[in-house]
């Protein structure tokens, strides 16, 4: 049962992740800030992260960074979730380390595909 | 140089003068000189003459007289009495005496044939009568008795001049042969001999002599004169410049001030007095540092003082005070003046008045500077108008994302009941979290373009802060919302509305920057000046000191980087202010940064709201009302706060032009007009009644008469919907327009062009169950009659 951590300071857009994927046999964490969900990794070791951009306190972006930085967490699976589609923000969203990133607003349904496909990836590299 | 010049120039004119004097005196005495030469020449000439004739005379009288041959020119004298004056040679030749006397008249009569020489021996008393002396000789002859020596001069007779010399015989023995008998003894003064010669000839010899002087004179004056003249002419012409140059500096627009060496003023054209208000006399002797303003420092003055006194010329700026304290600028140039050697003997300054120019140049550098602000400022709105963007962006995309993330849920999945509903209730609520967004674009928009309306009126400020409180109290359990309100607030004159708006961003703000919870305390208290004041206080984030100040700016938000997930929109403290301020009031805010905010605003208590009263009701326009037409002011105050109390606006006029004013030309009709019938001015009630009722526009208008007379007959006639006799009842007259206006068919005038809008408004009022009566339908005019039963304020929501 793979374990993801939510990222997210709006509730909304937790529950909206929350309600894409709980029927899909996950372990699903919630955190609404980037400390808290730091904290989470440490403790919970989820296999992947899907992580809001802009939060307060620890950015997407940071929170990203720090743990592909870091060899214990590199592993993670971690998807952005953007605000905006710039290219920036793509080259943004690369250079921290991101597997995936998502534009919002976005599909609850492409959502639960790409969380899917990319655990699927990781285990066949694992085995 | 110019002294030098100047000292050259007088000193060879002082020469060429003496010289010229020198000269004529020189010339003078020299002509003299000569004048007197030749007469002493004519009267060493005259006296040899005398002379030979008295040697002769002697030799003859030596002789006893000579005998010549008696001939046509020798008759025997007939004065001479002697008996021998005739005598017969042997050879019968006859001799006569010649005398000394007849020999000398016979030597004159050859002198005067042969040389213009006239010998003229005379006496006082001549033997021959022919002898008399004329006039001169006579006194010549009384001079001599005198003891004169001799005489003579130069005697005009006709056109010649003659030289005369005269000089005495005396008597000797010979003599007394022929002049003994007259009486003489030997010494006496027997006569004389005058010799008269022209002068011609010495006149000519002396004028060719004065003529060679004269000419060497003339030489030497016309030189002197020469040379004069041309320094002379200089001097003269210099003088002129002079006096050209002097009257330029006199007029010069620049002041030009001249010192000595010590720097004492010598001189100051009139342009120093203008400017600096010291006159002439004023300043003379005195020190240009009296000019001093103290503005510029003593370095300043020594570096000047230096360049000059080094004989250079100095250039800068003086900042310089007047006789009457007034500051002003001075461009200076000064440089030193020299002597023909070389010393620095002056100094002169030459200044302009450059304080207009200085002004100008700091405006223009102030209006350079400002508009350099004023584009800063444009590029920092612009910049935050693209942070807007972005935040605009991330807050429309996280409500969009929601609704769009649970609808397409709600539509790809089957879901339970129960969670379609809680799909469903974020979808709403978050469509309504976007709904507020908008709202707050929309108000900084109108708010910015002017197009805010605000509907004032009487509040109790407790109950608004406590409805308030309440609501955001329901969003929140990690925070207590805590009101204090001070006793006997007064009542405030603001919209309920807008209120409640600032108050919400207030509070949603201090739930948002409090994230860790606590308590946040409302504070509402009577300030001193006729306003209550309304603190909503925090323990939250805080605000750094450095941001308090741009915090009111629309688009700014606090540290953009890591707060733009608390959310909002940069706008809501824009619009607080923008708000506030319309209603009179002040808003700021306290804060310590990680300790809490305080956001306290001031509004403006109602008292202040009867001061501006009437401002507020002309200002106040798009709003229905009943207009109320009464010259006597508290009557029409009481009726306006009873109609108040039902709930109605109205608009006081006290004369008939204006009440036709504001019932016809205004953009909305009155609801109802509540006309008195005795009005001052040109146009009583009646009038304006019957005017009313004339005008298509105003014939539907309700007109309640409100008058002392008992006219209610005529009234009716006229059309009047009811009629008041005073005093009445307050319930009466809010019964009486509440009728009218809810009886009367309110007309509604809409300047609609073309059929889509008539249409729509048709459309809209029929929707709202009112049957519409398109009475009129003109190009571009369209009234529509709206059937009875309206509630109050319809026709003035249509318009």
Not at chain 2, 132 to 145: G, H, K, M, N, V
Not at chain 2, 724 to 736: A, G, I, Q, T
Request: glycine share 6%.
């Amino acid at each position: 049962m793979p374990k993801i951590l939510v990222v997210d300071d709006e509730p909304a857009l937790r529950f909206l992740i929350i309600a894409s994927l709980e029927d899909e046999g996950y372990d699903l964490l919630e955190a609404e800030d980037g400390f808290q969900a730091y904290d989470l990794i440490i403790a919970e070791r989820p296999e992947m992260v899907i992580l809001d951009v802009m939060m307060p306190g620890l950015t997407g972006y940071e929170l990203c960074k720090m743990l592909k930085d870091n060899p214990s967490t590199s592993k993670i699976i971690i998807i952005l979730l953007t605000a905006k589609a710039q290219l920036k923000d793509r080259l943004a969203s690369q250079q921290v380390g991101a597997d995936y990133y998502l534009t919002k607003p976005f599909s609850p349904l492409e959502l639960n595909e790409v969380v899917a496909s990319l655990l699927q990836n990781r285990r066949e590299i694992i085995s | 140089m110019k002294n030098n010049f100047f000292s050259t120039t007088r000193f060879i004119i002082i020469i060429c003068t003496l010289l010229v004097i020198v000269a004529i005196v020189l010339m003078k005495s020299e002509i003299d000189g000569i004048k007197a030469l030749f007469q002493k020449v004519a009267l060493d000439s005259a006296k040899s003459h005398f002379n030979t004739i008295v040697i002769m005379r002697k030799w003859n009288s030596l002789h006893d007289g000579v005998y010549v041959p008696v001939t046509p020119q020798t008759e025997p004298n007939p004065y001479l009495e002697d008996p021998l004056r005739e005598v017969e040679t042997t050879d019968g030749m006859i001799l006569t005496k010649v005398n000394p006397a007849y020999m000398t008249r016979l030597i004159a009569d050859i002198a005067n044939q042969d040389l213009d020489l006239k010998f003229h021996i005379t006496s006082l008393k001549p033997l021959n009568p022919n002898n008399a002396a004329d006039q001169w000789e006579r006194q010549a002859l009384e001079s001599f008795e005198e003891g004169a020596k001799s005489n003579y001069g130069i005697l005009k007779s006709g056109t010649k001049r003659d030289f005369r010399y005269m000089a005495p015989l005396k008597v000797e023995n010979e003599c007394l042969q022929c002049h003994a008998k007259q009486g003489y003894q030997v010494g006496d003064i027997r006569g004389g001999i005058s010799v008269t010669m022209p002068y011609e000839p010495f006149q000519r010899a002396q004028d060719q002599a004065i003529l060679i002087s004269l000419s060497r004179y003339i030489i030497l004056l016309m030189f002197a004169a020469a040379v004069g003249t041309y320094f002379g002419r200089k001097t003269i012409f210099t003088e002129k410049e002079m006096r050209k140059l002097t009257q330029a500096v006199e007029q010069s627009a620049n002041s030009v001030v001249i010192t000595d060496t010590e720097g004492r003023i010598v001189y100051v054209n009139p342009k120093v007095e203008e400017v600096t208000g010291y006159s002439a006399a004023e300043v003379i002797g005195k020190n240009p540092h009296i000019l001093k303003s103290g503005e510029q420092g003593v370095e300043f003055y020594q570096e000047m003082w230096e360049t000059i006194g080094n004989g250079k010329e100095w250039h800068g700026t003086f900042h310089n005070k007047k006789k009457n304290g007034d500051m002003f600028w001075e461009k200076a140039s000064i440089a030193p003046v020299r002597d023909h050697r070389g010393t620095i003997t002056n100094y002169i300054a030459i200044k302009e008045d450059i304080t207009k120019l200085k002004e100008a140049t700091e405006e223009r550098e102030r209006l350079i500077n400002e508009t350099r602000q004023a584009l800063e400022q444009l590029k920092e709105v612009d910049h935050l108008k693209s942070e807007l963007v972005n935040v605009v962006s991330h807050e429309l995309r996280t409500p969009l994302t929601s609704i769009l993330g649970f609808s397409e849920l709600l539509l790809r999945k089957s879901v339970g009941e129960a969670k379609t509903k809680k799909y469903l209730t974020t979808i709403h609520n978050e469509a309504v979290r976007l709904t507020g967004l908008i709202n707050s674009f929309l108000d900084l928009q109108k708010i910015e373009a002017g197009r805010f309306e605000f509907k004032k009126q009487c509040l109790d400020i407790g109950e608004t802060v406590r409805n308030c409180i309440n609501v955001y109290q329901a969003q929140s359990d990690r925070h207590a919302l805590v009101l204090v309100l001070e006793e006997d607030i007064p009542l405030v004159w603001a919209d309920p509305d807008r209120l409640t708006q600032v108050l919400g961003n207030l509070l949603s703000n201090a739930i948002k920057y409090s994230p860790a919870g606590g308590s946040i305390e409302v504070n509402v208290s009577s300030g001193p000046t006729a306003e209550v004041k309304i603190a909503v206080r925090d323990h939250g984030l805080g605000i750094p000191e450095d941001a308090q100040s741009t915090l009111f700016q629309p688009f700014y938000r606090v540290d953009n980087s890591d707060r733009r997930q608390i959310g909002g929109t940069g706008l809501g403290l824009a619009i607080c202010q923008k708000i506030i301020h319309a209603l009179g009031g002040r808003i700021w805010v306290q804060s310590v940064h990680g300790l809490g905010s305080t956001f306290t605003f001031t509004l403006p208590d109602v008292t202040i709201q009867r001061e501006t009263n009437m401002k507020e009701e002309v200002r106040v326009a798009a709003e229905p009302f009943i207009l109320i037409v009464e010259d006597d002011r508290s009557t029409a105050d009481i009726f306006k706060e009873t109609l108040a109390t039902a709930g109605y606006t109205t608009r006081i006029v006290d004369n008939g032009p204006a009440a036709l004013a504001l019932a016809i030309t205004e953009q909305m009709l009155p609801l109802a007009i509540i006309l008195d019938l005795v009005l001052v001015g040109p146009l009583d009630g009646w009038e304006v009644l019957r005017r009313l009722k004339q005008d298509v526009r105003t014939k539907n208008v309700p007109v309640i008469i409100s008058s002392c007379l008992e006219k209610s007959q005529e009234g009716l006639e006229l059309g009047v919907t009811d009629y008041l006799v005073k005093p009445f009842p307050p319930d009466k007259l809010v019964e009486s327009v509440r009728n009218a206006v809810q009886t009367a068919n309110g007309v509604v005038e809409l300047p609609f062009t073309t059929q889509k809008i008539e249409d729509e408004v048709k459309g809209l009022l029929e929707s709202k169950g009112f049957a519409v009566q398109e009475i009129i339908n003109r190009d571009d005019l369209l009234v529509i009659f709206i059937d009875s039963a309206l509630p109050g304020k319809i026709g003035g929501d249509l318009a």
